[in-house]
């Protein structure tokens, strides 16, 4: 059916939208316009929609949307800033299911004629499928439902087979016209178990990287649909989310300095009990930590995953214009992968007013640690580890770190002796130029303030 002018120009507005947007996601000034922009964009393509000419099932339709449009409502409300990575995972999931479910429903119906239509419905049936069991269980991961890595013995093995065999029955689905309900049920199930089968074994720190790969995959599934249902909003929207996926994959991975072939068929898994770290914890007060720093030349800021916890980036922000206005140049040091998301210190530092001339990445800031007087470690411990460089049983062995070691002195604030996301002693605790102030990271930043403004 040839739809009318007006449905089809809107669904390609709404696409346009989407790039728009994604424009605007691509800096922390822009991004909650451009979040804001994507979803006049999905507003306007679902509206568009209803406008199909004899269009049926519309109670169906209101209901679906209704129950995903609420529930997602719902969720957004009350989701905590530290649990955003599990949305995300879930939220992926959910493209990847549907575009699978779209593919389903096609085959049911015996509507994707043409070889080219056949095949792209059977691809993105796969991909969608295999994103959808991924992405559940990454959101099991990060929400703590799946604690253990589950490795099958001759893991990669059961996985090549399991890809061969789904590839197989998607030649098969291919091949087959009208398709086999049976066949097409097997192929179904056999990519749904590949997709668990596949992301069970990883874990810990490469648990980011999945998440943006079944992204990308997300996109190309709902891309290969859109063409089989000639949907253009859909085409363009699944291929911009699969080439942002693709691209923040490989620079994920570059972060943690792992191949993509590593991280899904190497899990990270430590290779022995590790190098013995020497020396003591020393413990510094408040006081001393902000006399350390108001009487410093330079002062690198690092945050971490603890300072999203504490929510403390508007008090750490109050503490860097206190030293600003002392003397002290102070800069923030941000690691590709700290916290839980992608980009996730920068949005925080952004929400709390700090300039982006003051927030720097990991290349261009490496070097300057040996010329700060002190490095304020705030909620990081991985990031941070020096075991990374040095220590070849551990499992963060070669993820590039920040050099908080080499500066002068290194404060960190954390509640406790906990281990970071991975799991693993940080051995720049134990250094001689190293002094821990323990507690929650926003009193205790509000405690160094009230020392800084006491100082005068
Ligand atoms: P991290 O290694 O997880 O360490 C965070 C530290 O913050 C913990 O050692 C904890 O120690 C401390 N902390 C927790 N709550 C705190 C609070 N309220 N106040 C003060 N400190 C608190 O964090 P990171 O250095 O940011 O590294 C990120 C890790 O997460 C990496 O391993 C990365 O691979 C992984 N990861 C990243 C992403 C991503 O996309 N960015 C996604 C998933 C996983 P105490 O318990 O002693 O306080």
New binding site residues.
Partial sequence: MTLPLYVQGAWFGGALLFIVGLKGMSSPASARRGIVVAGYGMLLAIAATFLIPGLQNLALIALALAIGGGGAWLSAQKVKMTDM?QMVAIYNGMGGGAAAAIAAVEFAKGDTHGLVATTLATLGALIGAVSFTGSCVAWAKLQGVLKKAWRLPAQNAVNVLLALLSLGLGLAVIGLAPQQPELVIAFFVVALVLGLVVTLPIGG?D??VVISLFNAFTGLAVGFEGYVLGNPALIIAGIVVGAAGTLLTQLMAKAMNRPLSNILFTPMVASGPGEAISGTMKEVGAIDAAAMMRYAAKVIIVP???MA??HAQHKVWEMTSILEEAGVEVKFAIHP??????G?MNVLLAEAGVPYDKIFDLEEINAEFGQADVALVI??????NPSARTDKASPIYGMPILDADKAQNVIV??????????GVENALFYTDNCRMLYG??QPMAGEIIQHLKSMG
């Fill in positions: 990575p720190a648990m980011p971490g995953y603890g916890v504490a992968v700290a916290g839980r998301m992608p996730h909620g990081a411990n991985d990031v941070v604030i954390k509640r406790g002796k906990g281990t970071g996301y991975s929650d990271a």
